[in-house]
């Protein structure tokens, strides 16, 4: 095997360095003027891995991604803002970008509420939706108005699980996982680089009243193949047939 040759498979089985980030503001974004207050932080390149870690702070409501007891059917759906958890995501560059949101007993119970803890096993049922840019601003004027609530607050105590939001002007609808029967849930996006916003939650009839949920999430990327890099790869491979 030629030095080319040898540089080539090196290239094909070089390990990928992982550099996710994903950090919890337990008062939301620090880093935000306004708007929605977000609990996480997440920073992703093409080919990484990030989860959240086992903190008292990772929890959410039973119904927090959707309150049944908020519309009549064939209404817009609601889920609500401060029971729900929300991410602020960053692809460093385009990929596949697969969120999985799933049960965790392990999440330390600190408070006097909820007796016994976090019990997921009590009726989590992850669900989650995902918008493109973030919101850190005050709620527009007219919108304020009509909703009743303080602009300055950047944020509205519910929101549109199914859609773009009113008050969060600056997000835009890509898509949803909506779950009512499993302990978790997984949904994959091809994306390109930039920013995202996640709404994370449970889907529990509300009828019912169990404590809140402890979670855990992970964000997991794969790259997403470019031609002149499959063209490359192709030849690369082309030209160890030929050799052999």
């Known amino acids: 095997m030629t030095t080319r040759h040898i540089a080539f498979a090196a290239l094909l089985a070089a390990p990928l360095t992982r550099a996710a980030t994903v950090n919890f503001h337990d008062a939301g974004n620090p880093d935000a003027a306004g708007g929605i207050g977000y609990e996480w932080s997440v920073t992703l390149d ?5 989860v959240t870690p086992d903190l008292a702070g990772s929890h959410v409501g039973a119904w927090s991604w959707e309150d049944q007891s908020m519309f009549e059917p064939g209404d817009p759906t609601a889920g609500w803002t401060h029971t729900s958890q929300w991410a602020s995501i960053t692809l460093t560059e385009a990929a596949y970008l697969t969120i999985r ?3 965790n007993g392990s999440i330390p119970f600190t408070g006097s509420g909820n007796v016994g803890g976090f019990r997921p096993s009590d009726g989590f049922f ?15 004027v007219e919108i304020a108005d009509l909703l009743g609530a303080n602009p300055a607050d950047g944020e ?14 600056d997000l835009t609808f890509i898509g949803l996982k909506e779950n009512s029967t499993e302990s978790s849930a997984e949904a994959t996006w091809l994306l ?3 920013t995202y916003t996640l709404a994370m939650g449970s889907n529990a009839p509300s009828d019912l009243n169990p404590p809140r949920q402890g979670f855990k999430a992970t964000f997991s990327t794969i790259p997403e193949p ?7 790869l192709a030849g690369g491979l082309a030209v160890l047939r030929r050799r052999r």
């Open 126 to 140: 992850p669900s989650f939706t995902l918008f493109s840019g973030v919101d850190q601003d005050e709620i527009p």
């Open 46 to 50: 093409g080919d990484d891995v990030g």
């Open 101 to 103: 949101l799933e049960a």
């Open 192 to 194: 390109p680089a930039g």
């Open 156 to 169: 509205f105590h519910t929101y549109n699980n199914r859609g773009n939001i009113d008050w969060a002007e």
């Open 226 to 232: 470019s031609s002149s890099l499959l063209a490359a």
